[in-house]
């Protein structure tokens, strides 16, 4: 089983929709979660923080559900510069230094 | 601006070949990586640096090697390429603080070894 998982999509959404994205990690001892975001052909930027209360950031909001080990992504008002893939993930405990990331979720956002 | 640069966008290499990609940063980072990126399968970590001629494997150390003999720069090295190394290469740094897990990647290398 992989540490993280993501559904890969592709999700295709019209502009100004409302996509959300989910990812499962299989370590309990899991400290920390953020999602990544990689344009095509490019390298993967940090994209926001995720905590148990909630971290949103405009149209953006990330979830942590620890106790179902889940975390969630939720993009209001699509717009066409969303279109990426999104990367869940997770520090590991005792390797806070190291990232495990998920392959990944393709968003198209489209006219 | 954290600045990432990996010496080469696009590199094709005959099997058995000796392969050096090198990364280099200019934040004072401490900590550097190298990952391979497959479709499916995300971004797996090869090796890693916490500090100057400081190495440890990673998840998928089998077939290459590092070196890190300067802070800013951490080298990638393929021995003997195979095909199956055919693949995105990609780099990353990140500060030793506490709480901060951000690492910031280069361009990445697109290797073919045929």
């Known amino acids: 089983r992989k540490e993280v998982e993501q559904d890969p999509g592709p999700f295709n959404v019209p502009e100004g929709a409302t996509v959300a994205f989910n990812c499962t990690y299989s370590n309990s001892a899991s400290q920390s979660f953020f999602w990544y975001r990689q344009d095509c052909r490019k390298e993967p930027k940090l994209l926001m923080s995720?905590?148990?209360s909630g971290n949103e950031d405009g149209r953006f909001t990330a979830q942590l559900n620890r106790a179902s080990q889940y975390i969630s992504l939720l993009i209001r008002d699509s717009k066409l510069s969303d279109s990426a893939t999104y990367l869940c993930?997770?520090?590991?405990?005792?390797?806070?230094?190291?990232?495990?990331f998920g392959s990944g979720t393709q968003l198209t956002v489209l006219p | 601006d954290v600045k990432v640069t990996q010496s080469s966008r696009y590199l094709v290499k005959r099997t058995g070949e000796k392969v050096f990609l090198e990364c280099v940063q200019d934040m004072d980072h401490e900590n550097m990586f190298w990952y391979r990126q497959d479709p499916g399968l995300g971004l797996r970590l090869i090796y890693f640096?916490?500090?100057?001629?400081?190495?440890e494997k990673g998840d998928i150390p089998e077939g290459y090697s590092v070196s890190r003999e300067k802070k800013e720069r951490f080298s990638l090295i393929l021995e003997s390429a195979s095909t199956n190394q055919t693949s995105m290469y990609l780099c990353a740094s990140s500060p030793i603080r506490a709480n901060s897990y951000e690492q910031y990647f280069g361009p990445g290398t697109r290797l073919t070894v045929t």
């Open positions: 993930v997770v520090t590991l405990s005792g390797s806070a230094r190291q990232l495990t």
């Open positions: 640096s916490y500090d100057v001629k400081m190495k």
């Open positions: 995720v905590y148990s």
